[in-house]
Antibody, heavy 120, light 111 residues
Framework: EVQLVQSGAEVKKPGESLKISCKAS????????IAWVRQMPGKGLEWMGI????????RYSPSFQGQVTISADKSTSTAYLQWSGLKASDTAIYYCARHYYDSRGPCDFWGQGTLVTVSS | QSVLTQPPSVSAAPGQKVTISCSGSSSNIGNNYVSWYQQLPGTAPKLLIYDNDKRPSGIPDRFSGSKSGTSATLGIIGLQTGDEADYYCGTWDSSLSGRWVFGGGTKLTVL
């Protein structure tokens, strides 16, 4: 059974750094692209970028380029999303999702989401 | 402002049928497959339709998808109160060096 299990909710102050995780199981982690998707409070879904764990190739949506870093650890089948200086506007739920068959494919499995709250 | 345009809300009575539209352009819907996602309140999105009109295992045939030109449509028949959710379309967009894009979402109310 394919599962993506994300790390727990975080409360941070502006300017702090953060790294959240998405642990995959039930399939070959290195063979599928993993995406990160943001959902701000009461808003829609925004695709942030993807990583191919097989070779760590990474692509970012222009809106998020330079704002976050996506990485992956093949040894633990875990993808990561990190910030070096959080802003209040980063408050959102972040989902990881697997792209089916290639980077343009649909997101067929989703993590449960990680709520990130940034507040002074 | 989303690249893909969906109506903010639709509503219908239990047992009835509803359609949700998703409008794009040649750089996205016109040349790529469309998928649809259901997000029940407080939960993660779930894939409902992929490759324009295919249903993943476990998705009832009450849900259907179609695409024509630069627009796509999600259809739901035999509406149930449990279908009340937000629905999103999504596809690859070839502009700006390529990225996945979602519609703004449509809130379905089953009256």
């Amino acid at each position: 059974e394919v599962q993506l299990v994300q790390s727990g909710a975080e409360v941070k102050k502006p300017g702090e750094s953060l790294k959240i995780s998405c642990k995959a199981s039930g399939y070959s982690f290195t063979s599928y692209w993993i995406a990160w998707v943001r959902q701000m409070p009461g808003k829609g879904l925004e695709w942030m970028g993807i990583i191919y764990p097989g070779d760590s190739e990474t692509r970012y949506s222009p809106s998020f380029q330079g704002q976050v870093t996506i990485s992956a650890d093949k040894s633990t089948s875990t993808a990561y999303l990190q910030w070096s200086g959080l802003k209040a506007s980063d408050t959102a739920i972040y989902y990881c999702a697997r792209h089916y068959y290639d980077s343009r494919g649909p997101c067929d499995f989703w993590g449960q989401g990680t709520l990130v709250t940034v507040s002074s | 402002q989303s690249v893909l345009t969906q109506p903010p809300s639709v509503s219908a009575a239990p047992g009835q049928k509803v359609t949700i539209s998703c409008s794009g352009s040649s750089s996205n819907i016109g040349n790529n497959y469309v998928s649809w996602y259901q997000q029940l309140p407080g939960t993660a999105p779930k894939l409902l339709i992929y490759d324009n009109d295919k249903r993943p295992s476990g998705i009832p045939d009450r849900f259907s998808g179609s695409k024509s030109g630069t627009s796509a449509t999600l259809g739901i028949i035999g509406l149930q109160t449990g279908d009340e959710a937000d629905y999103y379309c999504g596809t690859w967009d070839s502009s700006l060096s390529g990225r996945w894009v979602f519609g703004g979402g449509t809130k379905l109310t089953v009256l």
